[in-house]
């Protein structure tokens, strides 16, 4: 029987590239860690695996420079704005945003990771912490010569988003944060939990029932939508693989109300 969520895949990959993006798997450490992120096609090369990166800071400069003497007319690929879209817990980096890349590819460079463990991102090493799948967004940026960005982050990769601000000042110019914490300390887990009606955090955000993931999804979505049971079935079997490693995420985000400590952001910062 069709999955009709696996069926999806290969059309929302179409779109994805219709749009201009392209997916770019980046390896960012021999142990095996590997970031798969949606890119502005203009990084890859003609067999669409290739990445180009500008590692020598004197060539982006002077990669920059030479696009600013192009006709106003038409801008260059790399003179728009980079946009940076963090998923949450819910489903991989295409799957959150697929009602959004549209609007916003004419005027930005998209760039759409999924994290470690969502999608095609993998790694080996043992460190589950939002700040570790901060470091690989930001190296898998750096590897595709992104110096500059605004991020948007949904609920876990609001977390994510928070990390990569107060690690990387200098790459993350703004922060756009929905559904999310700063750090997630003991009192506030609990404070959500209670407010949810969630048990824990790893009930609520790895369902292995109907009843739960459509729960989750009430509270993901702006707007709530009617889909048959099939449908959450479907979903439930594709997008929450890696259960033990994910349980170890949420493990990881936890930190000790007495122990917690909110950075002083540098970057402009909006939260809803």
Avoid at 79 to 93: K, T
Avoid at 179 to 195: F, I, P
Wanted: aromatic share 8%; glycine share 6%.
């Amino acid at each position: 029987m069709v999955n009709f969520i696996e069926a999806q895949k290969p059309m929302l990959s179409r779109l994805m590239k219709m749009a201009g993006l392209r997916p770019i798997e980046i390896e960012l450490e021999p142990a095996g860690t590997t970031m798969h992120i949606w890119a502005p096609k203009h990084h890859v090369g003609k067999k669409g695996t290739t990445i180009s990166p500008l590692d020598d800071p004197a060539t982006a400069a002077a990669a920059k420079k030479n696009s600013t003497k192009k006709s106003k007319k038409k801008r260059s690929p790399e003179s728009r704005p980079n946009v940076v879209l963090i998923h949450g817990f819910a489903a991989e980096g295409n799957v959150t945003w697929q009602f959004n890349f549209g609007v916003l590819v004419s005027r930005y460079n998209l760039y759409i990771p999924d994290l470690m463990f969502f999608g095609k991102s993998s790694t080996a090493s043992a460190d589950r912490s939002p700040d570790f799948q901060a470091a690989c967004v930001a190296g898998a940026l750096a590897r595709l010569g992104v110096a500059r960005c605004d991020v948007v982050g949904f609920s876990y990769g609001g977390m994510v988003a928070f990390k990569l601000a107060e690690a990387r000042p200098e790459m993350v110019r703004s922060l756009c944060v929905s559904g999310s914490v700063v750090a997630m300390t003991d009192a506030v887990n609990r404070e959500a939990m209670e407010r949810l009606g969630a048990g824990s955090s790893a009930e609520l955000l790895m369902p292995e029932t109907l009843k739960g993931l459509k729960a989750l999804l009430s509270i993901s979505m702006f707007r709530k939508m009617w889909f048959p049971d099939r449908f959450y079935k479907d979903y439930l079997k594709v997008m929450f693989t890696n259960r033990k490693e994910r349980m170890e995420l949420l493990q990881g985000l936890l930190t000790s109300t007495m122990d917690a400590k909110i950075p002083a952001f540098q970057q402009r910062c909006m939260m809803e």
